[in-house]
């Protein structure tokens, strides 16, 4: 089963912009999707973005526009470009994999946007 880090969060006013990385540890050139969840407080867990194996994406109705999921094989290495944040994304974001009906879980990383 694959183990996933996530980096990159932190406190960034409204307007501004955060990079998440996700990086595996084997590769994820095979891997079906890889996807971004979020969970603000009191709510439930929610699919951001998701990128399958082929390279087709898929984004939450919120976030359309503003946020693009990447992914670079050779740095076994998901993205979530997060532009124009709003306060309403305020929350901790996890990695998610799919492969072979198998999720692994990243242990997330906090996004607090704030003035």
């Known amino acids: 089963q694959v183990q996933l880090v996530e980096s990159g969060g932190g406190l960034v006013q409204p307007g501004g912009s955060l990079t998440l990385s996700c990086a595996a540890s084997?590769?994820?050139?095979?891997?079906?999707?890889m996807g971004w969840y979020r969970q603000a407080p009191g709510k439930q867990r929610e699919l951001v973005a998701r990128?399958?194996?082929?390279?087709?994406?898929n984004y939450a109705d919120s976030v359309k526009g503003r946020f693009t999921i990447s992914k670079d094989n050779a740095k076994n290495t998901a993205y979530l470009q997060m532009n124009s944040l709003k306060p309403e994304d305020t929350a901790v974001y996890y990695c998610?994999?799919?492969?072979?009906?198998?999720?692994?879980w990243g242990q997330g990383t906090q996004v607090t946007v704030s003035s």
């Open positions: 084997r590769s994820i050139f095979r891997i079906y999707a």
């Open positions: 990128i399958t194996s082929d390279g087709t994406t």
């Open positions: 998610n994999s799919v492969n072979f009906g198998r999720e692994s």
